[in-house]
């Protein structure tokens, strides 16, 4: 019933459709993305002791997602090029650690708890997804120890339509507004970096 959408980012579209028969929706254009960070109530980033326990997203793509964040963050190294197009961001797991230096170990949350396992005694970090960051009452930009940059990001929110409405003029005008120099503004304005909009080469 529905034209288009605009909840998912690239990898979790790919997973999508291979998980529903080669279902045919695509990417128009990369609006917003709500980054991804490493938060914790008990140790800052240059501290995390040995064998810390770490939670992360349950669901594959944004799994693959929160352990390239710690990659980036300097905690751990993947076996992983992300310069790939191929890339199956479905298929990348703890088991694509190469280097753990500090031990760490990893339990797997549900998105919408990830923000609450900061309050586990046994969790020490936890990887939030930028919406529930903002429902749980924290500003990515500011209490984020680590977090993801727009620039290249794979994780970028997409304008989603069937293949055959790809040149709808509708969809077409829809995307240029949710692209515009003005929504950028407003997207930076509103959410002061905890929600950033999308850059080029996305």
Request: zero cysteines; proline letters at 5%; glycine letters at 4%.
């Amino acid at each position: 019933d529905l034209d288009a959408n605009f909840f998912q980012h690239i990898p979790y579209l790919k997973d999508w459709n291979a998980q529903h028969g080669n279902a045919d929706l695509v990417s128009v254009a990369a609006v917003h993305i709500e980054p991804l960070g490493l938060y914790s109530k008990k140790v800052t980033l240059d501290a995390v002791p040995d064998g810390a326990l770490i939670a992360i997203p349950a669901d594959a793509t944004n799994q693959a997602r929160a352990l390239f964040l710690l990659e980036d963050a300097g905690l751990l190294k993947l076996d992983v090029n992300r310069a790939d197009p191929d890339i199956d961001y479905s298929q990348i797991t703890d088991g694509n650690v190469t280097d753990n230096p500090k031990n760490i170990s990893f339990v797997k949350i549900d998105r919408p708890q990830l923000a609450a396992s900061l309050d586990d005694p046994k969790v020490i970090l936890s990887i939030v997804n930028g919406n529930y960051a903002l429902e749980a009452g924290l500003t990515p930009s500011k209490d984020a120890l680590f977090i993801e940059t727009a620039d290249g990001n794979p994780y970028v929110n997409v304008l989603v339509v069937k293949s055959d409405l790809i040149d709808d003029a509708r969809v077409k005008k829809l995307a240029e507004a949710l692209t515009s120099e003005e929504t950028a503004k407003w997207i930076t304005d509103t959410y002061s970096g905890s929600v950033l909009p999308a850059k080029s080469g996305n």
